[in-house]
């Protein structure tokens, strides 16, 4: 009756390799074919290839994370159709190969966004952290981007001139990378000069122009998914509110409601991730879980600790603003459910989302929140917290 635990691997050059990941408990794999450019179409015969090497090692390829979406799609210009025949032509290729199970996001130029990827926490370990006043400095200093400063509050514009005052010249283009040359998963990464021009694609693009895009493209491939039993899974925004004057539409129960309204297929649902839809104060966890439930095909479990203007850390899986008690219950819930009510696809995948870098994970090269042990760490806490909660149900 738990929820299936997963693990993510980048594929070859991942530090944390399969035969570790096999000695950790968890059943699936969540991987991509990171090595095929984004928009052409991933082949049968490349799916096997990477599907062999996960079985292996005793385990399966249990979710695809992700196919790109590419840019041309997000903003409807250019080859949008052909990217979009090619996106239902890897849909259909996946589940030749018996994979049903992928998440994909529609954010903007810029897939997830951190400032810091070593922020140290006071125990010693080191924590992703999006500070919305390095931020802004970022945007309005570093990018200069115009009528940036209209994006934040005078008092954020005002701690950001004194942030940048203080930035050293290693510091700024440690911030630049670290915002703009992307992070684990993310399949693009950018110079200061070509992400203005990526920027200004958007210049047309306003908050319902994207979500008419958003939509059109569900439209699309949920058909040909549900055609050949594929369930897709879309990533929220993260962080999830708008940055860089780029629009969202994707950060709130609201726009997650709005999507599966529109393209009303059991095909058309949700990567559930609680790290992304937690740093948003009005998102209600546990009454989305409860409420999305049986359009939740994919969950990423981690918790973020806010301050008052905007900026996060990334906290241990079981503290910061997440009830992940709640959470938890509600998910267990809906996996009693279908386990009873349906009669395929009953799986409900979840892997420990990031982690602290800490122990070992300090001295190794690791992929910024991928780490082996601090993931590990948030694992064991994820599964202790699942079984206490199937016992207490079975108690009831
Ligand atoms: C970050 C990840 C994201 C995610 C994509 C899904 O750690 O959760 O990069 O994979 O947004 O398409």
Redesign the pocket.
């Known amino acids: 009756m738990a929820l299936e635990a997963t693990w993510r691997w980048f594929g070859g050059n991942d530090p944390v390799s399969l035969t570790d990941i096999r000695q950790l408990g968890v059943e699936g794999i969540v991987t991509a074919l990171h090595h095929i450019p984004n928009g052409a179409v991933w082949e049968v015969g490349a799916i096997k290839e990477h599907q062999k090497q996960i079985e292996a090692a005793g385990l399966y390829w249990s979710v695809v ?2 196919i ?1 979406v590419h840019e041309d799609i997000k903003t409807r210009s250019g080859n949008y159709k052909q990217y979009i025949q090619r996106y239902q032509e890897t849909l259909i290729n996946l589940a030749t190969c018996g994979i049903d199970t992928v ?3 529609f ?1 903007p130029v810029l ?2 966004t951190r400032t810091h990827l070593d922020y140290r926490l006071p125990n010693g370990v080191k924590a992703l952290k999006f500070d919305l006043v390095a931020f802004c400095a970022f945007d309005l200093f570093l990018l200069q981007r115009p009528k940036a400063a209209a994006s934040y509050a005078t008092t954020t514009v005002e701690a950001a001139e004194n942030y940048y005052k203080q930035l050293g010249e290693e510091q700024a283009q440690q911030l630049t990378s670290n915002i703009l040359a992307g ?4 399949e693009e990464g950018y110079t200061l000069n070509d992400f203005r021009e990526k920027l200004a694609t958007y210049d047309q693009i306003d908050d319902k122009k994207l979500r008419q895009h958003l939509y059109a493209f569900v439209e699309e491939i949920a058909p040909v998914a549900a055609s050949v039993g594929i369930k897709l899974a879309i ?1 929220p925004d ?1 962080p999830p509110f708008p940055i860089l004057g780029l629009p969202r539409v994707l950060s709130t129960e609201a726009d997650a409601q709005m999507l599966l309204a529109q393209v009303n297929s059991p095909a058309n649902g949700l ?1 559930f ?1 609680t790290g992304s839809y937690g740093v948003y104060e009005g998102n209600d966890l546990v009454g989305m879980a409860q409420r999305l439930a049986s359009r939740i095909h994919f969950i ?1 479990l981690r918790s973020t600790k806010r301050d008052e203007i905007g900026s996060f850390y990334e906290a241990d899986h079981l503290e910061g603003d997440v009830d992940m008690y709640g959470v938890m219950k509600a998910l267990l819930a809906e996996q009693i459910r279908r386990k009873q009510v349906e009669v395929s696809h009953t799986r409900m995948p979840f892997r420990p ?2 982690g602290h870098q800490m122990l070992d994970d300090l001295s190794k090269k690791t992929n910024p ?1 991928y780490t082996a042990i601090g993931r590990m760490k948030g694992l064991a806490a994820l599964q202790g917290l699942q079984k206490g909660v199937i016992k207490s149900l079975e108690l009831t």
């Open positions: 994370e992700s790109p998440c994909y996001n954010m897939d997830w992070l684990p998963g993310a990533h993260d990567c991730c990423h989302d990031h929140g």
